[in-house]
């Protein structure tokens, strides 16, 4: 089955969302000054869902030292399509055996010693978390559950030298494959045809009762109980066009992306920052600022002081759905530094840094 074919099973295929997003949005911020962040490196972390997932756990690996921590969101373990063989092997229903296992943590250790990943023992002191729904049918909790069994087998693998990595995970909340958020479901009459927390739809923003975000957030940064005290004023939702800030090349990067910065970031006080990368059939030209918007990211960055950095991919012929790439579209070596995403995404962040 060709992968577009298998792409259209997994997800759906879902028409550019009404008014897809062609434009910068009226009330978003075009003032973006990035001279004025003063981003701590250790606070630095990748989080994302669905395909997002799988690149999060990809550029956690290549760049250890810039992303010490990472989440992914019914997400899957590392270069799992190339250990399974075909796409539909990590996908709902399916399972991996410890067999698949170790051969993935294997090609991790055997990429990280060719210098095609970053030195994995740079996650020691390092964070992963895996969350995912008990009623996901597209990547599904058997495969979403097993990324944090890669991480522990690679613990396992390099012993003292990740002794303190931490790998937590979730699965225990029922949603589907949706980002879950706080918003309660909307019950018409006796029928809950507003909740659409169970489903997979368009945008993918599911109102749970569920802070997916501020879990994510809270296992991101076990060091922050309550977060930092806000100081009140409003942070600045930001859209800076890719060209001008860190062009993108062949990588099948969007033509913008957006940036959530609290106040007190904006006065140039120490901020963490989290890279948040959507799904599939979720970027801007599919559900304009949705994900931007709504995942709950935005929400909690101002007591995290956290800065909310929001790439996006391009749908093309060759990804329809927008998806990030974790099964070779953008070339042999997408899992690797060398990978033009992978690449990109550490390129945006090293320059929003000064580094």
């Given at each position: 089955?060709?992968?577009?074919?298998?792409?259209?099973?997994?997800?759906?295929?879902?028409?550019?969302?009404?008014?897809?997003?062609?434009?910068?949005?009226?009330?978003?911020?075009?003032?973006?000054?990035?001279?004025?962040?003063?981003?701590?490196?250790?606070?630095?972390?990748?989080?994302?869902?669905?395909?997002?997932?799988?690149?999060?756990?990809?550029?956690?690996?290549?760049?250890?030292?810039?992303?010490?921590?990472?989440?992914?969101?019914?997400?899957?373990?590392?270069?799992?399509?190339?250990?399974?063989?075909?796409?539909?092997?990590?996908?709902?229903?399916?399972?991996?055996?410890?067999?698949?296992?170790?051969?993935?943590?294997?090609?991790?250790?055997?990429?990280a010693g060719n210098h095609l990943l970053g030195d994995l023992t740079q996650l020691d002191h390092g964070v992963f978390y895996a969350l995912y729904g008990t009623e996901d049918e597209i990547v599904g909790p058997k495969i979403a559950g097993s990324v944090a069994a890669f991480y522990?087998?690679?613990?396992?693998?390099?012993?003292?030298?990740?002794?303190?990595?931490?790998?937590?995970?979730?699965?225990?909340?029922?949603?589907?494959?949706?980002?879950?958020?706080?918003?309660?479901?909307?019950?018409?009459?006796?029928?809950?045809?507003?909740?659409?927390?169970?489903?997979?739809?368009?945008?993918?923003?599911?109102?749970?009762?569920?802070?997916?975000?501020?879990?994510?957030?809270?296992?991101?940064?076990?060091?922050?109980?309550?977060?930092?005290?806000?100081?009140?004023?409003?942070?600045?939702?930001?859209?800076?066009?890719?060209?001008?800030?860190?062009?993108?090349?062949?990588?099948?990067?969007?033509?913008?992306?957006?940036?959530?910065?609290?106040?007190?970031?904006?006065?140039?006080?120490?901020?963490?920052?989290?890279?948040?990368?959507?799904?599939?059939?979720?970027?801007?030209?599919?559900?304009?600022?949705?994900?931007?918007?709504?995942?709950?990211?935005?929400?909690?960055?101002?007591?995290?002081?956290?800065?909310?950095?929001?790439?996006?991919?391009?749908?093309?012929?060759?990804?329809?759905?927008?998806?990030?790439?974790?099964?070779?579209?953008?070339?042999?070596?997408?899992?690797?530094?060398?990978?033009?995403?992978?690449?990109?995404?550490?390129?945006?962040?090293?320059?929003l840094t000064h580094r």
């Open positions: 089955m060709r992968v577009t074919s298998v792409l259209i099973a997994m997800l759906g295929f879902v028409a550019a969302w009404p008014g897809a997003f062609a434009a910068p949005a009226s009330d978003v911020s075009t003032d973006f000054r990035p001279e004025v962040l003063n981003i701590q490196p250790d606070r630095i972390a990748v989080a994302g869902i669905s395909s997002g997932g799988f690149m999060a756990t990809q550029l956690q690996l290549a760049y250890p030292e810039t992303f010490p921590r990472a989440a992914a969101l019914a997400g899957g373990p590392y270069d799992c399509f190339a250990v399974a063989g075909a796409m539909t092997g990590c996908l709902y229903p399916s399972g991996l055996t410890s067999d698949q296992l170790n051969a993935m943590v294997s090609r991790a250790t055997r990429n522990r087998q690679l613990k396992a693998s390099l012993g003292s030298q990740l002794a303190d990595l931490q790998v937590g995970e979730d699965g225990t909340h029922d949603f589907g494959h949706t980002f879950p958020t706080y918003l309660p479901p909307l019950p018409i009459s006796n029928l809950r045809v507003g909740d659409n927390c169970n489903k997979s739809v368009s945008p993918f923003i599911g109102r749970c009762g569920f802070d997916g975000a501020k879990n994510i957030l809270e296992h991101l940064y076990p060091d922050i109980k309550t977060g930092a005290q806000p100081d009140g004023a409003p942070g600045r939702l930001t859209v800076i066009p890719v060209k001008s800030f860190a062009p993108a090349g062949g990588a099948s990067i969007g033509d913008y992306f957006y940036t959530y910065t609290p106040a007190a970031c904006l006065k140039g006080q120490p901020c963490g920052l989290l890279l948040a990368l959507h799904g599939c059939n979720q970027n801007d030209s599919m559900v304009g600022l949705a994900f931007v918007r709504d995942a709950g990211f935005n929400r909690w960055a101002d007591d995290y002081r956290l800065i909310a950095v929001y790439p996006q991919t391009r749908s093309t012929k060759d990804n329809f759905g927008g998806c990030w790439d974790w099964w070779g579209y953008t070339g042999a070596r997408f899992d690797t530094r060398d990978g033009p995403q992978i690449a990109w995404l550490n390129r945006l962040v090293t320059r």
